[in-house]
Structures are given as structure tokens and as C-alpha cells.
């Protein structure tokens, strides 16, 4: 009779198992038959209404009970945790199909830009990057380019002196100034091939004039150097920078530094020549000022201009920039506005 109620406890045991659907539930059963008053439990108390022959074996049956629920129990448990867990998962999923949202990388000035492609053509001919100061001595900037106090062409870069205790100090007005630190800093050492992009300063301010501009110099001295090594990299340079159809053409000029002296115009990029409003139907447009070192300015910065001979160039980068992509006013470049900037943003973030 009693192994009947326990084999009866053990059938309502496995139906209440199976219907617990969650852990409420499955926790009450544990109460339910392994509390204090659980039906398990309770077993235990009738065994001392059972025939002495017959004790052994009802307790065994009745551990044997507890151990079932107990199993069924961590097995449900383990199910129900399962369950919870993969349900969670597969509400929390992230779908990675969704587009992603778009990362401003922010872009290159159209500056910095231009700069690097004459930097890394004139690298890959074996030309040098020089730096120089802003801040800039007359003596540099003009006395040893020829340009003695009081000659007319300063006029044409006058320029943001220091004053007092600084004076003969002033906001270099050309990279020209390059032609003599350079010289200085390798007397005796032989051939110079060096380009010097950087900030300069003229009292200018209108549209396709700044107060600040950039300048790229380019200075080469070594024994035979003549006007031909000029045009055949000027010609390099503006076919790089503007394009395999463009002609390079020289006109005589006047720099106190260089002589002879040449402008060099380039056909224009926007007509190809055949004349237009950007080239005032001339076809041509100048970009940059050239000549051969003068000989005086050899030989005030070290070189014997018996034996070395050089070329030098200087042109507007922030021209250059405005030609290539036809930006209209010089002033944007600096203005800081994004509506700008963006205009030239990555490529690759398209
Ligand atoms: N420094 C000159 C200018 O600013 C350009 C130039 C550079 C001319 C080198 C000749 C040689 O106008």
C-alpha cells in the first residue's frame, strides 16, 4: 500500500515537472514536495507505520524519489535557464546587415593638398623638403637677394615689418629667402636641389589676393646647370600638377636675384589654349616668376659663380590651387567653412 503512494507521488511529480513552465513555478514544486510539509518529506514520517520487513525497502524508495525529483528538478532548472537565455539573445541580436552610420573623417585642405603634390614630385627627382622661418631678416629676405635698402622692387612686396628692438625683422614676403639659408647652410658641400613650400606675407587683400599666402621655392645649383635644366622641370612640374597637355612657354622678365629672368606662362587649362575668360583670350596664363641665380647672390651666400652656376623658381600655391579646382576667391581657402572644405572631402568615404 505504501509503495503505491509512492509510486503515485512519482507520477504526479513527473506531470508537475513537466508542466512547471517557469522557475515560479518549478520553485513551488520544490516546496511542494521537499518543504517542510512536502509530499516527500511527509514519506518519511509514515515510516514507522510500516512493517519492520518492509522499512528497508520503503526507504529506499522514498531516497530514491527525493534523488528523482532532485534530478528532474536541475535538469528543468538548466532548460528553463536556457531558454531564458536564448530568448534574451535573440531579442538583444544585433543585426548586422543594418547600414552603418557614416564617420565624418574630416578632409585635406585643398592646400595642404596641392603642397603635397609638388613635395612628392619633386622628392621622386631627389630634390630635398627645406623649411624656413616666417619671421624673416632683411638681410635674408632682400640684402642678399639683391635687393639693397631702398631699391624699387621692394615696393612690390612691401611687407609687415617688426618694429623697435626687432627692426631690420619682418613677415618673409617670398620663399626666396630659402635661396640664401640654403646656400649658407652648405657651403662646401657641394650641388643644393631643394623646393621650400611655405607661408608668406604681402599687404594685399581682395579676391584673388590674401595678406597670407603660400609659396613653393625651388632652388638648384651645381657646376653646368643652364636654362635649360629650368624649363625642362618647370615643364615636369606644371604637366604634373596641371595636366600632360599643358605647354610651358617663357617670357623675359625682371628679379633682382636671377639672371637672366623669366615668367613663365602655361596654356590655358580651362580653354586649352584657344582663348577664354580666365586667360583674357590670350590663351595663356602666368604662374611663376624663374631665372638663373644671379651671380652676386652666389657669391654673397658662399658660392663661387665661376664654378657653380644654379636655377631658382617661385609660384603662388594658393593660385595653383585656385586653377586646379577652380575655387574664385583666394580668401575661402582660409575662411574655415566647412561648406568649402567639404567640397573636397575623401574619395574614398563616397
Ligand atoms: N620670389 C619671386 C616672387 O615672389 C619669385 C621668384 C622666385 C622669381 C625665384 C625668380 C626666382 O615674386
Known amino acids: 500500500m505504501e509503495n503505491k503512494k509512492v509510486l503515485e507521488i512519482k507520477e504526479l511529480m513527473k506531470n508537475d515537472l513537466v508542466d512547471s513552465v517557469d522557475m515560479n513555478k518549478l520553485n513551488d514544486l520544490k516546496v511542494k514536495y521537499l518543504g517542510k510539509k512536502g509530499l516527500i518529506t511527509l514519506l518519511n514520517s509514515e515510516i514507522k507505520n510500516i512493517p519492520n520487513e518492509e522499512k528497508k525497502e520503503f526507504g529506499m524508495m522514498v531516497n530514491e524519489l527525493r534523488n528523482d525529483f532532485n534530478n528532474y528538478y536541475e535538469n528543468k532548472k538548466q532548460e528553463l535557464e536556457s531558454a531564458l537565455l536564448n530568448e534574451k539573445l535573440s531579442k538583444e541580436a544585433i543585426d548586422i546587415t543594418l547600414p552603418s552610420k557614416k564617420i565624418k573623417r574630416g578632409s585635406l585642405n585643398p592646400m595642404t593638398r596641392i603642397t603635397e603634390e609638388f613635395e612628392d614630385l619633386f622628392v621622386s627627382m631627389g630634390y630635398t623638403v627645406f623649411e624656413g622661418p616666417e619671421l624673416e631678416s632683411d638681410e635674408n629676405c632682400f640684402q642678399k637677394l639683391n635687393l639693397p635698402k631702398g631699391h624699387p622692387a621692394r615696393d612690390a ?31 662646401d658641400k657641394g650641388p643644393i636641389r631643394i623646393v621650400c613650400p611655405g607661408k608668406v606675407y604681402r599687404r594685399d587683400e581682395d579676391a584673388t589676393h590674401s595678406h597670407q599666402f603660400m609659396q613653393i621655392e625651388g632652388l638648384v645649383i651645381d657646376k653646368n646647370i643652364s636654362m635649360a635644366d629650368l624649363k625642362g622641370t618647370l615643364e615636369v612640374m606644371m604637366k604634373h600638377v596641371l595636366g600632360e597637355k599643358t605647354e610651358v612657354r617663357f617670357r623675359p622678365s625682371y628679379f633682382p636675384f636671377t639672371e637672366p629672368s623669366v615668367e613663365v ?86
Open 157 to 187: 612686396q612691401d611687407t609687415f615689418y617688426l618694429k623697435d628692438e626687432v627692426e631690420n625683422y619682418l613677415l618673409r614676403s617670398q620663399t626666396s629667402t630659402a635661396q640664401v639659408r640654403a646656400m649658407e647652410e652648405n657651403i
Open 265 to 350: 606662362d602655361v596654356t590655358c587649362f580651362k580653354c586649352g589654349g584657344k582663348g577664354c575668360n580666365l586667360c583674357k583670350d590670350t590663351g595663356w596664363i602666368e604662374v611663376l616668376g624663374a631665372g638663373m641665380v644671379h651671380p652676386d647672390v652666389l657669391t654673397m651666400s658662399g658660392y663661387d659663380p665661376n664654378v657653380y652656376q644654379g636655377f631658382a623658381f617661385g609660384t603662388g600655391l594658393d593660385r595653383m590651387a585656385m586653377f586646379k579646382y577652380g575655387i574664385p576667391d583666394i580668401r575661402t581657402i582660409y575662411g574655415n567653412d566647412l561648406r568649402f572644405i567639404n567640397q573636397f572631402d575623401r574619395k574614398d568615404d563616397e
